[in-house]
């Protein structure tokens, strides 16, 4: 896509060349927590204009899938927060779960905003937007130039003990989804649509970004389980808070059943 390889050839001028790889085949075990990436410098690892460094794993076990830990600043978390509690979200009582369509609030536009442009600098798209690379693309280029990027919000708010059934994302929304988390860290497992392989589990910590595309998105469910004694990491339970999450998603321009 022109617009795309002008881009990157701007970022290339100005910050250099990076570079994303992963680190070989996953090997297969009962319950494995995501192998990721080594945090090393060859995963994306973008020098950006706000000095912040963004690095993305890859999660080795399902093609499509990532995560930056640290996407969002303890101040944009505290922003984003407010922004929420503002608009009534956090409200005492208030649904647990709370959907927009079309045109999104301006902290909702911001945070797609921020996520394309982290992509962009991650240098992390497929120019082409075929998928041979498929394996080191961290979002394929016709979903990072659509506009909108997104135009469906859901906020999920979880006390404690709550969370959410395993599910494929419903397919009236287009491939390309990205989830932020807020609040308590909570461990999301993902088990194939066909249960020919492991389910897979990853730490939302907050503040991180999930990308979820192709294979991720469509062949894997997710799922978070909060109730006592599932909420284990690295053999220790999760003491678990209030969490938040927004999904950003895009819907399919005509409804499908
Ligand atoms: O809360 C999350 O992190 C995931 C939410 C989710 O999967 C959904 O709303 O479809
Ligand atoms: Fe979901």
Redesign the pocket.
């Known amino acids: 896509m022109a617009a795309a390889e002008e881009v990157k050839a701007m970022l290339k001028e100005a910050f250099g060349d990076s570079s994303s790889e992963s680190d070989g085949e996953p090997s297969r075990g009962m319950r494995r927590r995501a192998r990721i990436s080594d945090s090393s410098d060859e995963i994306a690892r973008p020098l950006s204009i706000f000095g912040d460094s963004h690095t993305w794993e890859q999660i080795n076990e399902i093609n499509g899938l990532w995560i930056c830990r640290e996407f969002l600043s303890a101040d944009q978390q505290s922003s984003l927060l407010s922004s929420l509690e503002r608009d009534g979200y956090l409200a005492e009582g208030s649904l647990n ?1 709370a959907m927009r369509f079309g045109e999104l609030p301006p902290w909702a536009l911001e945070l797609s905003r921020i996520v394309r442009e982290n992509i962009l600098f991650s240098a992390g798209f497929s120019e082409s937007g075929d998928l041979e690379n498929e394996e080191e693309c961290l979002f394929p280029s016709e979903l990072l130039w659509r506009e909108p990027l997104f135009n469906q919000l ?1 906020v ?1 708010i ?1 006390q404690p003990g709550e969370g ?1 059934g395993a ?1 494929v ?1 419903l397919m009236r929304f287009e491939d390309g ?1 990205a ?1 932020a ?1 807020l609040e308590s860290a ?1 461990v ?1 497992r993902f088990s194939p649509v066909e249960a020919s392989s492991d389910s897979v589990e990853l730490l ?1 910590s907050p503040g991180s970004l ?1 990308l979820m595309w192709g294979e991720a998105r469509y062949l894997w469910k ?1 799922e ?1 389980n909060r109730k006592p004694g599932f909420q284990i990491w690295q053999g220790q339970e999760i003491h678990q808070e209030r ?1 938040t ?1 927004i ?1 950003l998603r895009r819907l399919c321009p005509t409804p499908q059943h």
Request: with cysteine.
């Open positions: 779960q859901i999920n979880y959410i599910h994302d989804i989830i988390s909570c999301m939302l999930v997710h978070i969490r999450s999904t």
